[in-house]
């Protein structure tokens, strides 16, 4: 294994610019939702000609999914590449870490586990670096929180149950017109989960890119300034 950190910058950059994509498309998607539920009663209340005739918001809304479902699953390979790095600089600098290398990135596109995992690793990359800090005379009081992966994995799990209720309402409950506002309203609070989900990814990869900086700096025998860690804690 090789002694230095790889730099992981780039992948950073290019993970970070790409959630902030889904970001906007998730507000944007929030926006129209809420729109679509303003009219909801009224389109309902359609004939079947008026009816087609206002499906231009519905085929808008479609193509807005379709397009954030593409932003994910880009995500969800550069997140990949993103954790088997920073793991592997996590790697040389512990002997024991909880998983090999290669699970940080594999474990993204196995389900149900890569929650549990993705996790896992993120919380094992912070205390593996807070105990180098450590050991290079960082206070306590200086270390990495853990709030924001907290907040991430959370409100991921809850925006996966929603989407769960939303997915299966129809076959469970078999709803009419009227009911359909039930799953609906929870399809806008799933929005709104998962766009608080992304604003806690965002701040931890952020955050983290910043530890892996300073990780480099003393990897390299410089000095650093500790206390620019506190500006930004996980």
Known sequence: MDSFLKDNSKRSRKLLNTLKAELAFLILGLIMSLVLQLNFVEIMGLDEETFTSSKSK??????????????????????????KRAYHNSHILSEKP??????????????IINFIISFQIAIDMINIANDHFIKNG??????????????WITTKILSKALTFIVTF????????????????N??????????????CFIHYIKTYSKVESRL???DNGNNINYLSLTVDRI
């Open 169 to 184: 309402y129809p076959f469970l409950l078999m709803p009419s017109d009227e009911t359909m506002m039930g799953p609906f």
């Open 186 to 199: 929870i399809y806008i609070i799933n929005s709104i989960i998962n766009i608080i989900s992304v604003f």
């Open 216 to 218: 480099n700096e003393l």
């Open 98 to 111: 909880k998983y090999s290398i290669s699970m940080a990135g594999i474990c993204w596109f196995i389900p």
């Open 138 to 151: 960082v206070n306590e009081k200086d270390l990495i929180k853990k709030n924001s992966v907290y907040y």
């Open 58 to 83: 519905i085929n808008i809304f479609s193509i807005l999914k379709i397009i954030n479902l593409s932003i994910s699953v880009a995500i969800l390979i550069l997140s990949a590449l993103w954790f």
